[in-house]
């Protein structure tokens, strides 16, 4: 048995296809030991690249994370500002109030002052008028008591009539003047 199986290796030592297959597998084998050293410096390449673009992502999170905290920031600040300005308008509009309320005052004021002086000057005119108009008639009055009295020719009641009337006239100037 030992001649058939040593016939049969001697045989395919001979044979094209041992050969042909013996070929392949060292080509295989060669094959592989350069496909696996091209391989492995393509993986590695492939993970250098990879490892930098996540050392690209990780610098873009912590300038994300910056740029957040900064905006973050500047709206704490323009909302500090936005308070503090409505603040100062609030208390400016507060003031331009009290202004105008106390120009509004001091205006009311004055012109009341103006309607109370035409009010007293035109009744001191009045009171003016009403004298003049009274002494005009007084004297008219005395003019005609006068000339009535000439026709009678008793002297007392010339006076009496110029003694009531004066009375009379300082009585109605009193009455006027209290007006």
Not at 53 to 80: P, Y
Not at 145 to 155: A, C, F, M, S, W
């Amino acid at each position: 048995m030992e001649l058939y199986h040593n016939d049969n290796f001697l045989e395919l030592l001979h044979s094209e296809a041992f050969w042909v297959a013996v070929a392949f597998f060292i080509f295989v084998l060669l094959s592989f030991k350069k496909a696996k050293k091209v391989l492995i410096e393509s993986l590695d390449k492939r993970i250098e690249e990879i490892k930098k673009r996540v050392n690209e992502a990780k610098e873009l999170k912590k300038e994300a994370e910056n740029n957040l905290n900064e905006a973050n920031k500047n709206l704490k600040n323009m909302i500090n500002d936005k308070k503090r300005i409505i603040k100062e308008a609030n208390e400016e509009a507060k003031n331009l109030e009290n202004r105008l309320f106390n120009e509004e005052k001091k205006y009311s004021e004055r012109f009341k002052k103006r309607i109370d002086d035409r009010i007293n000057q035109s009744k001191k005119q009045a009171i003016d008028d009403i004298k003049e108009i009274a002494l005009d008639i007084s004297i008219k009055s005395i003019k005609d008591l006068l000339n009535k009295q000439k026709e009678i020719k008793d002297g007392q009641l010339i006076g009496k009539s110029i003694t009531n009337l004066f009375y009379k006239s300082k009585k109605e100037q009193k009455n006027y003047n209290n007006l």
